[in-house]
């Protein structure tokens, strides 16, 4: 009975902390646009968050591949979120950003602001499996 217990004990202990150490690793890993188009993968540099393009859509001619292509540049912890430049590809301009965990920690909220201030636009990321 003990052992079964002490069994019981373990795993309840496993399962809370998985939680705890899952949220540490947010928001690294790969994550899916909006749109469905691209996979990000967010990753830790220089003590800040960083993400660069790991899967994207063949280019037409004459294009560059988007594959490598770093658009969360160096974002900085402040509170829940994390918040620096980020690159928009689509236009090649660079915007005030953050990012934070969205409804879950499968989910990634990005927005972008044209900097001073001003209009900003965002979109939810889901995680990729």
């Known amino acids: 009975m003990r052992k079964a ?3 019981s004990s373990f795993l309840v202990v496993a399962a809370l902390g998985a939680p705890t150490a899952f949220a540490a690793q947010f928001p690294f890993g790969l994550w899916r646009v909006a749109d469905g188009t691209a996979i990000i993968r967010v ?3 220089r003590g800040g968050v960083c993400g660069a393009v790991a899967a994207a859509p063949k280019p037409g001619p004459g294009e560059k591949s988007a594959i490598g292509r770093k658009i969360l540049l160096n974002l900085r912890r402040s509170g829940n979120v994390w918040k620096g430049p980020i690159f928009n590809l689509d236009n ?7 990012i934070s965990q969205g ?4 989910h990634l909220h990005v927005q972008g602001c044209l900097p001073g201030g001003g209009l900003c636009g965002g979109e939810t990321w ?3 499996r």
């Open 126 to 128: 889901k995680r990729a």
């Open 103 to 106: 409804a879950d920690a499968d």
């Open 92 to 98: 090649g301009k660079v915007y005030d950003g953050e």
């Open 43 to 45: 990753t830790p540099c």
């Open 5 to 7: 217990l002490a069994f």
